[in-house]
């Protein structure tokens, strides 16, 4: 209850500066509109404006999430059961994550189209994250119990199911956690680039373009709330799912 308390004094403050800001040192330049403004937009753009563009974004979004961190964990796994392997997948992790999504995005629109480039730098994102997540977490297994399996007999399957995926549990949620805006920013880079005519990258960009301030800044506030509400969503499962590990969920 404290952190939660404690999350919403640290988001009135937010919007109490912001209001403060906008009232007095950007007032009159029209860049920063108030957080009154804002609501006004957005009770005129009406709320089936912005579900309708942000249902659209959490699809392509979601997608992307699920196929990023499959791969992740798998090649996770993989590492664990094939430690000669554990060279290549770090070098893959640091590539994904060298690359700029504003780089490949255009040769992914260009190859496939449509809304391609949006699940793909939706899974991009994630892909590192959950990658180097997965790993130290499967790597946190007590070396007592790993040799209590190895005693009874069990291979290296049985000390990664029995042993090591327990383990590992806080920290992949943790990573699946972190993921979730950095899926929700992937899939509207991937909107930006073109090719799609709806999502919130889409309608930012087109505000961007008329120059509807409260606007821009009513989408990018609907983006921050839909991050926070996931990345929220995965906290509470994470504690559900691992009780034992409550002091190391964020």
């Not at 308390?5 to 860049?31: C, H, N, P, Q, S």
């Not at 994550?97 to 040769?107: D, E, V």
Request: glycine share 12%; charged share 10%; proline share 4%.
């Amino acid at each position: 209850m404290t952190r939660w308390l404690g999350g919403a004094a640290g988001i009135a403050v937010l919007v109490a500066l912001w209001w403060v800001l906008a009232a007095t040192v950007f007032a009159g330049g029209g860049a920063v509109p108030t957080p009154l403004a804002v609501a006004q937009q957005f009770a005129e753009d009406g709320w089936q404006f912005y579900w309708d563009n942000a249902s659209v974004t959490l699809s392509g979004a979601g997608m992307g999430y699920l196929w990023g961190n499959l791969i992740a964990l798998a090649i996770a796994m993989i590492v664990l059961l094939f430690p000669v392997t554990e060279g290549v997948a770090t070098q893959l992790a640091v590539v994904s994550y060298c690359m700029p999504l504003t780089a490949i995005g255009p040769i992914i629109l260009v190859v496939f189209g449509g809304r391609t480039p949006t699940i793909f730098l939706a899974a991009l994102s994630v892909f590192f994250t959950t990658l180097v997540g997965s790993l130290l977490g499967l790597r946190a297994a007590d070396r007592a119990s790993l040799d209590v399996v190895t005693a009874y007999g069990g291979n290296r399957w049985h000390r990664l199911v029995k042993v090591q995926i327990v383990a590992a549990l806080p920290a992949v949620l943790n990573a699946l956690k972190i993921a979730v805006p950095a899926a929700l920013l992937g899939a509207i880079i991937g909107e930006y680039l073109g090719g799609v005519d709806s999502g919130l990258g889409v309608v930012l960009t087109v505000a961007q373009q008329q120059y509807v301030v409260p606007r821009t800044w009513a989408l990018a506030v609907v983006c921050g709330l839909l991050a926070g509400v996931g990345y929220a969503l995965l906290a509470v499962l994470g504690r559900l799912i691992t009780p034992w590990a409550k002091g190391e969920q964020g």
